[in-house]
């Protein structure tokens, strides 16, 4: 038996072994774009607070207990607690599973529900937009003046994103327009959505959450 022939009888076994989910995650993932794919994995990579490869509403809840601590340096206590509750109401709308579930969800599955959410329920994916958006100044609008300032967006890059400051400066020049120190509420409710439901591979908001 050749080598080819050997590595197809090894796929072939493998496929057939898959659960009808594991099809489907396979299937969607093989047909969405490289871009929207990269940049998935990126939003994971970010979520994943514990580095462990996989994610849940508990895990996500650390992230927030990280975020909440940091953002509410100097600040009054009900903002720690209003940056907690959107958090929760931003994984509510990713989550599948009924309440009191707990389901871990891994690079590829996270993937896959997106991409299913987006198709099938893009009015919840209008809404975690807005929630990422308003998570993203909850943690960086620093003085509540409804701006985005360079020094605070990277401050969210190196401490909530894992950046280095070589690469968050770096995002921000792909982010702002040239010689901008600022941006508003609307420009990041746009790369956001850039982010999210773009296929343009030259938006800004591709580089919303770093590198990818």
């Known amino acids: 038996m ?30 969405m774009s490289d871009l929207r794919r990269r940049k998935l994995f990126r939003l994971f990579q970010v979520l994943d607070a514990d580095r462990t490869g ?6 996500t809840g650390r992230l927030h207990d990280r975020y ?20 929760r109401r931003l994984w509510h709308q990713f989550e599948q599973d009924g309440p009191g579930e707990d389901p871990l969800c ?5 993937a896959y529900d997106f991409a299913c959410r987006l198709e099938d329920d893009p009015d919840r994916i209008i809404r975690m937009v807005g929630l990422i958006t308003n998570v993203v ?21 190196t401490e909530f994103m894992s950046l280095s400051a070589e690469e968050a400066e770096a995002v921000w020049l792909k982010l702002a327009p040239a010689g901008k120190r600022t941006l508003s509420y609307a420009e990041c409710l746009k ?18 959450f770093g590198p990818f």
């Open 191 to 208: 790369l956001v959505t850039d982010f999210v439901v773009g296929e343009d591979p030259t938006a800004p908001g591709n580089w919303f």
């Open 137 to 157: 100044f909850a943690l960086a609008d620093q003085d509540a003046d409804g701006e985005l300032h360079k020094e605070d967006a990277l401050r969210l890059g």
């Open 54 to 59: 996989e994610i849940s509403y508990f895990t």
């Open 2 to 31: 050749s080598y080819t022939e050997d590595v197809q009888d090894i796929v072939q076994d493998t496929v057939a072994a898959e659960s009808p989910e594991e099809t489907a995650v396979r299937e969607t993932l093989a047909a």
């Open 68 to 87: 909440a601590e940091l953002a509410a340096r100097g600040r009054a206590e009900e903002h720690a607690a209003q940056l907690g509750e959107t958090v």
């Open 106 to 110: 891994d690079r590829e599955k996270f």
